[in-house]
């Protein structure tokens, strides 16, 4: 190649630039925005992943939820952050969100129980109506929380038996949360005789509440008849305790007034059958 050749091949490549010199600025700023966009958005997908991470660290929550809960925001963040990226660089971005949600839908189609356990475990993460170590009852279930997981939680049962329930049905029932408040009210239903003397049976109850130094006094003590049942007298025997000793404090009480009770002559109805025999006619003589 002679030296004319060269200079014509540069002279060409010259004119090509300075005539096309605003479409290259145009796509240097362009690229250059879209870097400055790519770093932005990472560094906010990063300071935001961080964020939540610490602040589900200080609500106690597990450390696998809170660690893929902040992954997960942090990758959406990212995701959306490329988008722009490529939106900026002249990349046509339409198609390929089409085809994302169209991938999306058929996902959550395929996933939709998997989907809504996932929803409810986020929703029981950061609302939090119970958590690791406290006793609640989710319907017809009950038991103490051992873990709650992003698809379902498990509960230990008082008889030892491991339940799993999948977060989306703890969200569709009540949850009664027994162990959460350090206290708790406990109503007895003691049932009498008819014979009984109110005032007597009344004294009888009080002093064995009153004898119970579990029971927290300054809470308030109610002790009234209660229902005038088909065959007894309900009296009710309402105190607080502390949550801890609410089920040791109502078996013994239980004891103790029946004992009370049986010292005092008073008695407890129970159910009773009578049946009466009549004679079968003689039909010999017939």
Avoid: C
């Amino acid at each position: 190649m002679n030296t004319k050749d060269v200079t014509d091949r540069v002279d060409q490549a010259t004119g090509w630039l300075i005539s096309n010199e605003t479409l290259i600025m145009d796509y240097i700023v362009d690229f250059a925005v879209a870097l400055l966009i790519l770093f932005v958005g990472l560094l906010i997908a990063k300071w935001v992943s961080r964020g939540i991470s610490r602040m589900l660290s200080l609500r106690k929550i597990d450390a696998t939820i809170s660690g893929f809960i902040a992954a997960m925001i942090r990758y959406t963040i990212i995701a959306f952050t490329l988008i722009a990226v490529l939106g900026q660089v002249g990349i046509q971005t339409t198609s390929i969100i089409a085809v994302l949600g169209a991938a999306g839908l058929a996902v959550g189609l395929a996933l939709q129980g998997s989907l809504s356990n996932f929803a409810a475990g986020v929703l029981l993460v950061i609302f939090r109506p119970l958590k690791a170590g406290e006793y609640v009852k989710v319907g017809s279930i009950e038991g103490t929380v051992t873990h709650v997981e992003i698809f379902s939680t498990t509960l230990l049962s008082a008889d030892g038996h491991t339940i799993i329930v999948p977060n989306s049905n703890i969200i569709k029932e009540n949850i009664i949360n027994i162990s959460r408040e350090p206290d708790r009210r406990t109503d007895l239903i003691i049932g009498v005789a008819y014979d009984s003397q109110i005032e007597i049976v009344k004294k009888i109850l009080n002093d064995i509440v009153a004898n119970e130094s579990r029971i927290l006094q300054e809470k308030g003590i109610t002790i009234r008849l209660n229902e005038m049942g088909a065959s007894s007298l309900n009296y009710i025997v309402r105190y607080w305790t502390k949550n801890g000793d609410a089920t040791t404090v109502r078996w013994e009480l239980l004891e103790q007034i029946k004992n009370a009770l049986d010292q005092n002559n008073i008695a407890i109805p129970f159910p009773q059958m009578e049946v009466y025999l009549h004679p079968q006619a003689d039909t010999t003589k017939l």
